[in-house]
Structure formats: C-alpha cells, structure tokens
C-alpha cells in the first residue's frame, strides 16, 4: 500500500471478502472544526489531541492563523492553538469542502468587528448559506453573497450583536452551531431551539471552555462569554466507524472492531438503525468499542425522526439495505440533496451501477433488497462519503473489479480510509484507469 492512494483521481478495488480486524478511525471530524475554532477564540492556549488530519479540518486550522491565530504541531499528534481572535482575518478564509468549517466560522466571524470573507472549493460553492446567514444577520451582521447572499463567498460584516431566540427551519447542528458562536459576544442570551435535536459537541464543548451555556429541553442558550483555553481530546468519528460496520455485515466471517469511539448523543445511532436490520453489533459504551460480525439483514424503514442521528450515515446503510432482504424505505431525508453531493441522487446513482433497483423520491429513495452486487463505476460527485461506500461494497460485497472516479475527495475526511480497507479485507487496491 502506498500513501499515493490518498490523492489518486480514481481508485480501482478488487473483491470481494469480509472485513476482519480491529483498528481506530480518525478523530471525529464534527469535534475537531469545533476544538479548532473555540481554541482559536479563546485566552490562553489550547493543545488539541487526536485532532482530525483530513483537509476538512485543515482548512479550519488555515483559515484561524488568517487571523494571526498561532497553529503549531507540538508533535505525537497534538496540535497547539493560541488566540485569541482579536480582529478580522488579514485574507480570504477558504473551507474547501467543508460545509461545517465554514458555516461555523461564519457565525464565528459574525461576532468579530470587521470585514471577513469565507469562500470554499466548487462543490461548497453550491450549498446553501442562508440557513446561518438569515439568523446572523437577524442578530446584526451584515451578509452577503451570489444570489443575494445565499451562496458562497460570502462576505461578513460583523460586531455588535444582540442575542435572539431562533428555531431553525432545519434540523442542523451547523445552523444551532454557527448562532452560538455568535451569540459568545452578543449583547443579552441567544437561544436556539430545536425541531429535532441534532449533535450537541458545540454546547458540550463551549462548556468546557469556560462558557456560559445551558440545555433546557430541545433548546440551547448561551450567555455572552469569555473563553479560557483548555486542552481537548478528540475521540474517534463514528461516522467513519459506520463504513467498516456495514463492511463486517457484507460478507460472511467479517469481524470488526472498532476502537475509542466517541460515545455522546447524537451520533452512533446508525448502530440501532443496524440493529433494527438484524446484525450482529454491539457499541459498548463504557469500553468506547464498537464489534460486528457478519449477518443475514432484513429492509427497515427510516422517517424524519431517524434522519437527524443517522445524517451522513444514509449512503452506507442504504448499502446495507441493498443487501437486505425486502424493501427498504427512506423519507424525510430531503436535506441530504444539500450535502457534499445531492445524497439522495448520487446515492441511488451508486447502488444502481452495483446492480441495486433504487427509486429516487423527493426527501428518500426506496431500495429493493438484492443478494449480490455486480462490480461497479461509480461516480462519487465530490463526495468523500459517495466514494467510501463504494469502496466498501466494491471490497466486500461484489466480485470482481470496481473503479470508484472522484476518490480524492476522501482526503477530506479520512485520509488513510484506502489502506485501511486493504489490511481489513485483503482487496486489491490500486489507481484507476
Ligand atoms: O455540525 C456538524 O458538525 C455537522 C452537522 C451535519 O450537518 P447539518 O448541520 O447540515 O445537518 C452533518 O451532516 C455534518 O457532516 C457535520
Ligand atoms: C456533510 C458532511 O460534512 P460538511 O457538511 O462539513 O461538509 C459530511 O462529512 O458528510
């Protein structure tokens, strides 16, 4: 295995047979942004441990040392923020792909007297940013962008804020994210409150760097603070755990084992989601260790109150589904069409080039359970998660070869995902034609 199979444009991947093997995956990707930006917000220095290293979060760590921020490797995988931000960002901040980056440092800019500018890669470019421009600017920014200010770049004019109770028309830990931040140097509490509650590692972590912020029911509301530098330590994503889940179900005698897992609300319940297939898997919470084994699956349905734990999970367990026996049905899912890819698109896009019959419906799709998968070419659209599941169902699930186009994209979020799919299944790994 070479490291060059990070960056290659398209990767080829040889199966199929069960993943078998125990590892850890990179630090939880949603935790790491938010240790950076509060760090960087904060008196006094912050030293971050098992900081994700997919170029999501690097461009988090680019974008606070525009604001004179100091970033340094302190080495053993610690990495050592010092703020606090004082004034705006001496350039452009660019997110690339992230959608958490700079949606959060947008309400971080929000609260900074000055002039900021957020822009990110072509496919950021097209995600919606009114969700957070509305709210920031209903607190006092000024925020614009293309298409009157729905689009990135978007352009930030922040400073002298007041707090507002707000309810998101979405369930998004991005938009109740990026209103907290700003609501840190607001005048009066800002609250937000929750249709269905989403990931709470702002509201837990604002905590732990000294501010005031409490949780009433669905709502959050944070008081106008100061944050004191603390040392944090990033656990691993479960989200990634997922793609080596569904691989150990895929084929007979898969076994894995995945561990120090983040074990908070909100983002390991695709394993209930699994467990409601039939598998074989158990979280144990106290060991922070996740086991699956190999099972037969069963279709399951999934409504708008499972999409908000199981957002970015939807590609791989539709995986699952495709092997399930019967039908499996997705609904209120409709904010998957906004993610790195339309999700719900380039996801019946990839099941149906492994052979799957996938029916698109506006918020959902609905997957016809199949017992094979025929090799496939598969398009991941930019995105990382598109990419990983088709390796996943390439490696473990149909044989022969499938040429996954867009691989690169999977640096963003988990850099080593090829090498560690090769020691876990044995397929062969190598850079497209
Ligand atoms: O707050 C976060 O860290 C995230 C929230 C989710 O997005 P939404 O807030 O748009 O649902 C999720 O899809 C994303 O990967 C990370
Ligand atoms: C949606 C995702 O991330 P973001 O919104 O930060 O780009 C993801 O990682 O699946």
Excluded at 217 to 236: C, F, K, M, Q, R
Excluded at 277 to 284: C, E, L, N, T, Y
Excluded at 411 to 425: G, Q
Aim: glycine share 12%; aromatic share 4%.
């Amino acid at each position: 295995m070479t490291p060059d199979l990070d960056a290659v444009s398209s990767l080829q991947v040889t199966g199929a047979g069960p993943a078998r093997g125990s590892l850890q995956v990179p630090g939880d990707k949603s935790i790491s942004h938010r240790a950076v930006m509060m760090a960087a917000m904060a008196y006094g220095p912050t030293v971050i441990t098992g900081l994700s290293r997919g170029q999501d979060v690097t461009h988090t760590l680019r974008a606070v040392e525009r604001f004179g921020v100091i970033v340094t490797d302190v080495g053993e995988g610690r990495v050592r923020v010092e703020g606090p931000i004082r004034h705006e960002p001496a350039d452009v901040l660019d997110h690339g792909n992230a959608g958490t980056g700079i949606r959060l440092m947008a309400g971080v800019c929000a609260g900074i007297d000055g002039l900021s500018v957020l822009t990110g890669d072509r496919f950021l470019r097209r995600r919606p940013m009114d969700r957070i421009a509305e709210p920031l600017r209903s607190m006092g920014a000024t925020i614009d962008g293309r298409e009157r200010g729905r689009l990135a770049p978007l352009v930030v004019r922040g400073g002298g804020l007041t707090g507002i109770t707000y309810a998101p028309k979405v369930a998004s830990a991005q938009v109740k994210s990026a209103v907290l931040l700003a609501g840190l140097s607001a005048q009066g509490p800002t609250t937000v409150e929750e249709i269905h509650p989403t990931r709470r590692h702002t509201e837990e972590m604002l905590a732990g760097f000294g501010a005031r912020v409490r949780v009433d029911g669905h709502a959050v509301t944070v008081e106008p603070s100061e944050l004191t530098g603390t040392d944090v330590a990033v656990s691993g994503d479960p989200s990634q755990a997922a793609f080596w889940a569904v691989a150990a179900l895929l084929a007979d005698q898969g076994e894995v084992v995945v561990q120090d897992l983040y074990t908070g609300y909100g983002r390991s319940d695709f394993v209930g989601v699994l467990e409601r297939m039939g598998a074989d898997i158990d979280f144990d919470l106290a060991t922070r260790t996740l086991t699956v084994r190999a099972s037969k699956l069963r279709a399951v349905e999934l409504t708008a109150e499972d999409i908000p734990g199981i957002v970015d999970e939807v590609p791989v367990l539709a995986l699952a589904a495709a092997v399930a026996e019967g039908t499996t049905v997705i609904s209120g899912a409709g904010d998957l069409r906004a993610k790195e890819s339309d999700r719900i698109a380039s996801t019946a896009a990839m099941l149906r080039a492994f052979g799957v019959q996938v029916t698109e419906t506006e918020d959902g799709m609905v997957i016809e359970g199949v017992s094979r998968l025929r090799p496939a070419r598969v398009d991941s659209h930019g995105d990382h998660r598109i990419a990983m599941t088709a390796a996943v169902a390439g490696a473990c699930a149909a044989e022969g070869t499938t040429v996954i186009d867009g691989w690169d994209s999977v640096a963003t979020s988990y850099p080593a995902f090829a090498a560690d799919l090769v020691r876990l299944t044995g397929a062969g790994a190598e850079p497209g034609a």
